[in-house]
């Protein structure tokens, strides 16, 4: 059997069912400043990115240095749509974590506020408060393994007994390079399967498989 004595998610698409609805703002808010893209391209460069890396995308695709305030302004209109859509946990999910038993934390390369907006409107912060890991925080994120690497230190746990719940084939990477078991969620429609598969990850598609799957 195995050793897990503690559960890493990420939180968007794993957590929350968000990537559908934060693709959708990006893409308005690009249109804003007369880039045009669709929320599926969207999705297809920004996936999995820091907020720093989107940035630094999208300054390429500018030309230039953002301007001022667009930053701000994309936070606050993605929050709120989080808010008034409003984003959705994954199926199960609070099922699941009833029957988990184990400390779990949260390592998410986006931003703690948005971790706080998407974890509170669905009711899962409470699980997690406390114990979020981003790189708000000065660490490095995915697909370096520093963000699963600080969620183990905090609890003195070794990685050989963490496991990592992803989405992203660089979410798997980093979970392995840590050394900890990297299981791929597959539940939700914007997931590549064959992509966590190549990148090393044990698949599961449900929330209610989690428990079981800790314990084979």
């Not at 391209?41 to 390429?60: P, S």
């Not at 064959?194 to 090393?200: I, T």
Request: overall charge negative; aromatic content about 6%; some cysteine.
């Amino acid at each position: 059997m195995r050793d897990i004595r503690l559960l890493i998610f990420d939180c968007d698409g794993v957590l929350v069912d968000s990537e559908p609805l934060a693709q959708e703002v990006l893409s308005l808010v690009l249109a804003d400043i007369g880039i045009e893209m669709s929320a599926e391209r969207v999705g297809a460069l920004f996936f999995g990115k820091t907020m720093q890396q989107c940035i630094e995308i999208i300054e390429g695709m500018f030309g230039r240095a953002l301007p001022d305030g667009f930053v701000t302004a994309w936070r606050e209109r993605l929050y709120t749509a989080f808010r008034d859509t409003p984003v959705r946990a994954a199926d199960g999910i609070h099922e699941a974590l009833a029957l988990i038993g184990l400390p779990m934390c949260v390592a998410s390369n986006g931003p703690l506020e948005k971790m706080h907006t998407t974890l509170g409107v669905t009711g899962l912060l409470r699980h997690f408060e406390g114990n979020l890991f981003s790189p708000d925080l000065g660490i490095a994120g995915k697909p370096a393994p520093d963000l699963f690497l600080a969620a183990a230190a905090s609890h003195d746990i070794a990685p050989l007994h963490c496991a990592v719940v992803e989405d992203s084939p660089g979410g798997i990477r980093a979970a392995r390079a840590a050394g900890m078991l990297a299981l791929g969620y597959t539940g939700l429609p914007h997931v590549d399967v064959d992509a966590l598969a190549a990148a090393g990850a044990e698949l599961f598609s449900h929330m209610l498989d989690l428990p079981a799957l800790l314990k084979r």
